[in-house]
Every structure is written in C-alpha cells, then in structure tokens.
C-alpha cells in the first residue's frame, strides 16, 4: 500500500509539473514532448526520462523527469557523481530547407555539442530543471552564429547515461540511456514544421538497440540535431550530414567511390569517430539479397546485388525509443529533387560536366574518374524534366526516384497487394507412393498475383522438389544425395492437370533404408525483365540508349512432410523439423532472404532439408569429391547451426578465413549485439542443455557419400554449437568432452550458475 501511494503521489506531483512548466511558460511554449513522463517498471531494465518543456527566455531552462528501471526517482547530482552523464542541446529547423542548425559550439571548432556548465534543480519528485549556460538569443555565442527565431521549430534533447554491474554476474555490465526530446516553437505557435524522415524502429530492425559515440545516443530525434549539412568529420574531411552520412555508410562496399576505376584509383569512405577510432565502412555489405541488379558499369549486370535501392527499408513511419509515432516526413525522400541528395550515393556522378571527381581514400585525397550525368549538365530545377518515367519505362526517360528506387521484388512486377507473383502450394502426395522403395507422385500448384497459373518451362523458370527425411529430429538424408543432400526433382516435365494443379512422379525412389519422417520442398524462381537507360562510363549514348535488365526471383518455399512408414501427411506441427529459427525475424534485416541464385527464399524450414548435420561444402560444385577440397582448404560444415553463427560472427572470428564453398563470410559486418539469439531464434528453441538426440556436425566426410552419418568426424552436439561463434574455444571443448560421460558443459555452463551460465554469456549488452 505504502509502494501505491508513493506511485500516485509521483504521478500527480509529475502532472503538476507538467501544467507548470510545459504548457504556461512564459513564452507559451508548448509541442510534442516525445513521450510521457514513465512511472511504471522498464522491461528493459533501462533508465527512462522524458522533456516536459522548455523556456527560452534568458536563461534558458528545461525540465525533465528521471526515473531508474523501477520507476523510481533519480536525482541528477547523484546520477552524475555516480559516474553517469546528463548533457542537453537544442536546435532550431530552418523552414527554407528542412534541416536543423544547432545552437551549441562544441569543444572542436565549428562541431555541433551539447551545453556544458549548466545548472540541476529538483522540481518534485523525479522532476528536475536543467538551465542552460549558452544563450541561445545571443548569436555571439552560438554555433556559426545561429540567430535565435521564436517562430521556428526548435527541439531540445538529452543524452542521459550510465554503466551499471550486472546483477546477475557482477563481472559484466550493462549501459543505460535515454534519450528524450522535446518540439516546440518559443513564440507558442502549433508545431507544424518537422524533420521526421527515419524512426528509430525501422534502424534497430537490423541494429537491435543502436548506440552510438559510445552508445549513448539511441534515437534518431537526437542524431538529426547534430548531423546537419554543412557538418563535417574535421580529420578527413567527410560530410556528417546525416542523409550523406548514413547513405555513404549503408552503400558501403557499392559506394562507387569505394570501387576501383579504370586508372586504378579507388577511395575509402572513412570517419574518425568516437574516441579517435578509425571507422572505414568499405566492406560493408547491405543486408537486402535482391535479385534486382546495379546499374553502375563497375559491378556485373548480370549478378545480383545486394542492392541498397530499397529506400523504404529505413524510409518508413514508426516509432521512437518512448514508443511514440515518428515518421511525419518519411516521404522525403521521394522528391523534390535535388543533386546533393542524390549524390550522397551516386558520389562519382557529376552534374556540371566535370571528367574529374576528388574523394577520400581514409585521410588522403584520391582524384577518381567522373560518371558524367548522362543527361549532361544539369540543375535541381531540371531532374524532374527526365526521371519522370513509371517503373518499367519504355518512352527513352529515367523512372521516377522512386520507381528508380523500388527493387524489383517490391515493384508492380512482382507484387499486387501483398500477394506476390510466385506462390508454392504441394496440395499432396499419394500414400501409396511415400515409402521406402517407392517414386513419390506430388502434386503442386504454382500460381501468379493474379490466381494464374505459373509455367514450368517458360521464362526461364527454374522450379524444383526437394526430398529429405529425419529418423530422429534431423535431417540426414542417408542413401540419398551426396553428403547428406536430398533427393532433387526438376519440375520441368511436369504435367498441367484439369485443375490447374501440376503432377510429377520422381525420377528417384525413396531409399530403402529410409525411416521416420519425410519432407518435400517445392521451391524455385524465374526470370524477369524491364527496361532502363544503359549507363556506360566508357559509351556514352547520346541520347541515352535503353536496354534490357534482367532479374530472377523466386517465390517463398513450401513444405510438406509424411510419415514414411505410411505414406499419411503429417500435419502436426510438432511432430515435423522443429522450427527453431523464424524467417520474418531473418527479414527483419534482410527484407527478403533470397538465396542460392534466387531459388529458396524466406523460408528457413527449406534451408535446413540441405543444411543438416552430415552435409559439408565437399561436394558442391566448387569442390571436387576428395578428401581435399579444390581450394586446399579443409571442408567446411554446412549444417545451419554451425554455417549461420559462423557467418554472422564474420568479422569477430578468431579463425580465418571462413570460406564455404569458395565464398568468403570472415568480412561479414554484424549490425547488432550478436548476443541477441532471439533477433533471429524463437524464444525456447536455443541454449544449453540441448535437445536430447541433437546430432553434433560433420566436419569431415568418409568415403560413402550417401551414408555420412556412420562414415564422417563429427563434432559433439554442444561443441558443434559453442564453437560455431567461439571458433578459438575448440581445444577446451575437447577438453570437457569425455569418451564415456560426454560433453561436461553444464557443469559450468547450466542455467542459473552465476557469471558461467550461458544465459548470462548471450545477455546483449544494452
């Protein structure tokens, strides 16, 4: 009772302030605080805050709530003493060109900060004022003499944070921040000009929590108040204008000032960052696998991507760090034209008929060969006269920016709604024909947007049947494919029925030494095309010259599985392949995961048919089938549990470098916390101990290829997993793994054993 009545009276003295201070201020200033003042426990075990208004009369004063994760008050002045930091800015939007300009100088000459020298207060309960030591009405004292305007917007903002000691493993830690904001116009005025262009909730799709200078500085609404045009890292030079900024850093590897033209000269997009660090976003490869293909000469027309055309990806409403609506002004980016944005990305192209373009290579100047504007010289007044075209253009002018901007499987191509133009359904096996010894008779359909049905043959299409079994709860495949691959059906020869369902019989039977559950996986793509301006660095045509684009894609695959003693269906979720990896959680980051040539997409359960214990790169078309691979390397595991950890461990491997059938994944950029599991796991599914019967991952195949499950090397189950990520660790997993007894990992690693447990080991950091 006592804990109730303290809440109530924290929440009435918080409204209180509320009426006080952000709404009959002197200066009836007044807006959007980005939240409410929190009084309930924070899930997340973070701090909260929240701005509640701000004065602009001399001085200049803010008031804002601090609680800690349990809704409880913190007073600044501990706060700070106790190692943590609450620091303050503000800026005003310019109306003429949507962005802001920051009142405060920082210590760097001519960088945006935040105030220092400034004074707390305590209010009432958890509510404290902040008053500023800059003037912001004085224009001698504010960045690049910024003149005060009532009539603006103006936002202020707070980056608050600490690190704490874990309380469940008190050798770890853990960083708490707000960052609270606050919009309003001085001279009382409604709020009506925003800068609201990305949320926060789109980025940490793929960042998780994203953190930065440190990892205090969270939320979009506070980076957009620092990172203004005109702004620049002082070491090399760069803009840190956020739209030039995150654009060159999102192209990363595709940056065409990051390739190499034809005199040999290539730059390397770089900013010093916090604590000095050097930061090259060369190798950074956008997560989205397109089947859509790069314009620029300098990549291959005919391979996808990865293409960061995807502007909507980021470009999209959603929320802030309080879980309030952002995004007003996502549409931005749509229009008006202008040569600065667009040369944000496209950095080589020039617009006044210049053959020469200068660019970073980290600190040193590179002169780089120009891709003149195919259209020549050309003014902002002037974009709209030739990108004005629909997606699949065929009047001689560029798309529209967003057409132009739309990858292909995003586009009217491919998508009508939300249903696209590849749509897999087995509708059945016959019993009779889903047994050891037997050819399994499937029938399938595979239709458009439109309720059409899709050819087998034409266009290129390339549409296939997988089938696999498990005797236990994975896939092995034994006596089929080699090394532990599944039988393959092509689709080609199958017959269209009445019914507008398609027959096939497989040209395999199903082993004879087949047993427990069966799966078949019907997958595939097809090729579609449209027509673009042909660029060419070294052809120009005049005038520009269409030509034909080609992309494959593929439609989401479906399963079926069977009781392989029967032949029946089995229906029941839980006696199919465990689901332990969702792939909307995959698309999170990706979009749309599209692999192996754009057959199997968006659909984990079809990966792991392939992806299984005994499978290994040995027999992939990269490799010969000997003991040694091609490459000289030895083979590599391709079971998912091990293939993926080590692919999204990338860059952080100690053991390098990791190469799967010819590919190299050791460069591979990780944009989260990897000790986030559930960014891609489904609660439940992962962690230690493992599920009894899990089998542990050949990493060296025996002579029998179609029997590797009694012939390889295998990893233990649990060494298979930790060793995936922990690449170093092999040695001390052998160490706990005893002939008789097994892997002794849970003595030290079981849930709930302070500072060793693994649950405390994959906590994320913040």
Known sequence: MIKKFRMLLWMITALAAVMLFGCSSGNKEGGNAGGPSPAVPAADRNVSAAILGMTTASPQVVTFTLTDPDGAALDPAAFIAAGGSIRFTIAQIDPATGYYRNYIAASTPGQPGFDSGGTFATTGPGTYTYTFKTNIRDAAKTLGGLVFDAARTHTVAAQIQRTISSAADGSATFQQAANPYFNFRPDGGAVTVTREVVSISACNECHGKLGLHGGGRRDIALCILCHNPGIIDPVTGNSIDMKSLIHKIHMGAQLPSNQTDMNGRSGDFTIIGFGSSVNSY?????????????????????????????????????????????????????????????????????????????????????????????????????????????????????????????????????????????????????????????????????????????????????????????????????????????????????????????????????????????????????????????????????????????????????????????????????????????????????????????????????????????????????????????????????????????????????????????????????????????????????????????????????????????KNTRLAPMQSVCTSCHDDHASHANTFTDAKLGEQCLSCHATGIARTSWNIAHRPAR
């Open 282 to 710: 060369k190798s950074v490869a956008y997560p989205f696998l397109s089947g859509d293909t790069f314009r620029w000469t300098t990549f291959n027309a005919a391979t996808p991507s990865k293409s960061p055309f995807n502007c909507t990806k980021c470009h999209r409403a959603g929320t802030d760090l309080m879980g309030n609506a952002y995004g007003k002004d996502v549409d931005k980016w749509k229009g008006p034209l202008k040569i600065a944005n667009c040369t944000t990305c496209h950095d080589l192209t020039t617009f006044d008929g210049s053959t020469t373009v200068t660019v970073m290579n980290q600190r040193t100047p590179v002169t780089m060969v120009a891709q003149q504007h195919t259209g020549g010289p050309q003014t902002d007044a002037g974009c709209g006269n030739c990108h004005d075209g629909a997606f699949n253009n065929a009047n001689g002018t560029e798309p529209s920016v967003e057409a132009a901007h739309t990858v292909i499987e995003k586009s009217p191509l491919f998508l009508k709604g939300n249903t696209e133009d590849i749509n897999f359904q087995i509708v059945s096996v016959d019993p009779a024909t889903a047994v050891p010894g037997q050819k399994p008779v499937v029938t399938f359909k595979v239709t458009d947007m439109n309720g059409g049905v899709v050819s087998m043959t034409a266009n290129s299409a390339s549409f296939n049947l997988k089938l696999g079994y498990m005797e236990g709860i994975n896939y092995t495949n034994n006596f089929m494919g080699n090394f532990g691959q599944p039988l393959s059906q092509s689709l080609k020869t199958a017959v269209l029925q009445p019914d507008n369902t398609y027959k096939i019989t497989f040209e395999s039977a199903i082993p004879d030494q087949a047993k427990g559950t069966g799966v078949i996986g019907l997958e595939g793509r097809r090729t579609y095309s449209y027509q673009a301006i042909k660029h060419d660095i070294n052809a120009w045509d005049n005038p520009p010259a269409l030509h034909t684009v080609t992309a494959r894609i593929g439609g989401r695959a479906a399963q079926y599985y069977f009781n392989l003693a029967t032949g029946a269906q089995v229906a029941d979720p839980s006696l199919q392949r465990r689901k332990v990896v969702d792939a909307d959680r995959c698309n999170k980051c990706h979009d749309r995961l599209s692999l192996h040539g754009s057959n199997r997409v968006n659909n984990a359960q079809e990966c792991v048919i392939c992806h299984n214990p005994d499978a290994t790169d040995r027999g992939s078309s990269s490799r010969q089938v000997t003991p040694l691979p091609a490459d000289g390397l030895a083979e590599q595991a391709i079971d998912f549990k091990v293939m993926i950890h080590k692919i999204h461990t990338g860059e952080n491997l100690l053991v390098k470098p990791y190469m799967v059938s010819g590919g190299i994944f050791s460069d591979v950029r990780y944009p989260r916390d990897r000790k986030d599991c559930e960014a891609c796991h489904i609660a439940g599914t992962y962690g230690l101990p493992l599920l009894p019967g899990l089998l542990g991952t050949s990493i060296s195949t025996g002579p029998w290829m179609t029997n590797n499950d009694s």
